[in-house]
Nanobody, 113 residues
Framework: QVQLVEYGGGLVQPGGSLRLSCAASGSILSFRAMGWYRQAPGKQRELVAEISTGGPTTTYADRFTISRGSDKNTIYLQTNSLKPEDTAVYYC??????????WGQGTQVTVSS
């Protein structure tokens, strides 16, 4: 079993920044990919950024940067110049080499003055 826990959400003013963290624990030797998704009220969950083992790092928002920690089982999402439309629950997902997906419980990001 794999557990994912996200940290770092909160309330921030427009133009501000947050750093989200996702720590994976459990039966992990390595993973195929880990990524950040977000889901705003009334909208579908969407991919924000993804990092692959031995593959590309993909970001779908130029104000966001995904990175991997030195322990290899933690990923981060640096969010800058936040806008109200970035308000959402941000989820971490891991895809194993067996193509099994695990999700975290999500962390709320609210951008408001």
């Amino acid at each position: 079993q794999v557990q994912l826990v996200e940290y770092g959400g909160g309330l921030v003013q427009p133009g501000g920044s947050l750093r989200l963290s996702c720590a994976a624990s459990g039966s992990i030797l390595s993973f195929r990919a880990m990524g950040w998704y977000r889901q705003a009220p009334g909208k579908q969950r969407e991919l924000v950024a993804e990092i692959s083992t031995g593959g590309p790092t993909t970001t779908y928002a130029d104000r966001f940067t995904i990175s991997r920690g030195s322990d290899k089982n933690t990923i981060y999402l640096q969010t800058n110049s936040l806008k109200p439309e970035d308000t959402a629950v941000y989820y971490c997902k891991m895809r194993t080499w067996q193509l099994v997906d695990y999700w975290g419980q999500g962390t709320q990001v609210t951008v408001s003055s």
